[in-house]
């Protein structure tokens, strides 16, 4: 009777070690492989990139955080939206010190030898951003001038086009707030980027003095996907529960929230692989 009576309080001691170990477990925030529910995941960002991601108020918002947020909470997680920078947030994917991306990144041959992604979820062109008097009618005209471009981006790509890899008439900056600078301050003609986010910065700055330019012709068309590092688990849990999303209205909602109109559910869809 003795003997039993202390097995049992042995076996209860050592349960209630694990279950105490567990509870410790789930508290750290790990940022490997995933696919443990209810974790807290790190998406790495480039918050100078409105309406997508921008900092306000100390804060990283946007379509890309409330799209990301809503879907981790689909898949089971929680997620932490953290400002990087462009370079470093591909660095930290790739080494896997965060779980994912999101900044409105294209998805191109190039990058998916790298990196997984997720189907598309928002369709994007290159466009350009000149002063009002400026004489730039398309991509063409941008052969003999000087070019500010994010570095390493799609807008880099666009314009090597058609001036040239390593033309030195294309400034790379670090993140496209500093495109702008140089822009204003005239030491570039014209900035090519992203077509809504381009439109939103001359909306947002009308003392600028900007226009923008659009060339559908020359700049094709790109699809924004979160991104994983290779062969993660997460990869598959959040294009599902993207998929529960679109089926559920929540993607339709999050995006007329940012652009105050319906997304082209069909060209999303033919743009899947
Ligand atoms: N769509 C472009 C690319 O993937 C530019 C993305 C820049 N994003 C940012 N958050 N700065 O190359």
């Avoid at 049992?8 to 070690?17: A, G, K, N, R």
């Avoid at 974790?39 to 409330?66: C, R, S, W």
């Avoid at 001036?163 to 003609?189: P, R, S």
Wanted: glycine content about 6%; charged content about 30%; aromatic content about 8%.
């Amino acid at each position: 009777m003795k003997k039993i009576g202390v097995k049992i309080s042995v076996f209860m001691m050592l349960s209630c070690l694990l279950v105490l170990a567990a509870c410790g477990n789930k508290e750290e925030k790990s940022s490997t492989d995933g696919n443990e529910k209810g974790k807290t995941l790190i998406a790495g960002t480039n918050a100078a990139f409105a309406p997508f991601e921008y900092m306000d108020k100390g804060k990283v918002t946007g379509f890309d955080v409330d799209l990301v947020e809503a879907v981790a909470k689909e898949a089971g997680y929680k997620v932490e939206v953290k400002h990087e920078g462009w370079d470093a947030m591909l660095a930290n994917l790739q080494s896997k010190q965060s779980d994912l991306a999101i900044a409105g990144i294209t998805m191109n041959d190039e990058r998916k030898k790298t990196y997984d992604f997720t189907k598309p979820y928002f369709e994007a062109t290159n466009m350009i951003v000149v002063k009002k008097e400026s004489d730039i009618k398309n991509a063409l005209d941008l052969k003999d001038k000087k070019i500010g471009v994010q570095n390493g981006t799609t807008g880099q790509e666009a314009a090597e086009k058609i001036l040239g890899n390593n033309n030195g008439n294309i400034a790379k900056y670090k993140n496209i707030t500093i495109a702008f600078m140089a822009l204003k301050n005239n030491e570039v003609d014209a900035v090519v980027i992203d077509n809504v986010v381009g439109n939103e910065y001359v909306k947002n700055n009308p003392k600028e003095n900007l226009k923008v330019v659009m060339d559908k012709e020359n700049f094709d068309s790109e699809f924004y996907g979160m991104a994983f590092p290779k062969g993660s688990k997460l990869t598959k849990e959040f294009d599902q529960a993207f998929q529960k999303m679109i089926d559920n209205g929540t993607y339709a909602e999050i995006y007329k929230k940012w652009f105050k109109e319906e997304p082209d559910m069909e060209s999303l869809k033919k743009a899947e692989k």
